[in-house]
């Protein structure tokens, strides 16, 4: 069967697969779930540098006198809000916030060192953010390192981000 199916001969796989169908046991993922090791999660922290660092208490502060010059209730969760979500933008990246900003960020660097890490050792991962303009960042960094990969975020159609995903 070797010889026929890999030139393509698809009368030979389905042969071979009504053959060994019946030995096969497939099973579901609840069904083997215990014999599973225990996954493992790894959280590494990133601090920021310290010209991020200094930016950063700037704005933090910044926004802490913005909230105190709100007069009563009105807008003032949905300003407290904006302002944390400010924050962790900035923590991503510096440029997210201010896209002047020539302050590498500490995660993208961060990424970059893990990413090749992992493509020396010949893994793959995937990369998640909240923020969709920071994948960008991300994606430029892996652009300019010619690294192949593949992008999916709410825009990407059901039938492309099947494609993709088998990718």
């Not at 030139?7 to 069904?31: E, M, V």
């Amino acid at each position: 069967f070797s010889n026929p199916i890999e030139r393509g001969d698809k009368n030979a796989r389905t042969a071979l697969k009504a053959l060994i169908q019946p030995f096969i046991l497939r099973r579901t993922k609840s069904q083997l779930l215990h014999e599973l090791p225990p996954r493992t999660e790894i959280t590494r922290k990133v601090p920021l540098s310290a010209e991020e660092l200094h930016l950063y208490e700037a704005m933090r502060q910044q926004a802490v006198d913005k909230l105190d010059q709100l007069q009563g209730t009105d807008g003032k969760q949905m300003q407290v809000l904006a302002e944390i979500t400010r924050l962790r933008r900035f923590c991503c990246h510096p440029q997210l916030v201010l896209p002047d900003s020539a302050i590498a960020g500490s995660k993208l660097a961060a990424f970059t060192e893990i990413a090749e890490e992992l493509l020396e050792n010949g893994h793959k991962a995937l990369v998640f953010s909240q923020f969709v303009d920071h994948l960008k960042l991300v994606r430029q960094w892996l652009d300019e390192q010619g690294i192949a990969y593949q992008y999916l975020d709410g825009s990407t159609p059901a039938r492309e981000r099947k494609a993709r995903v088998d990718a």
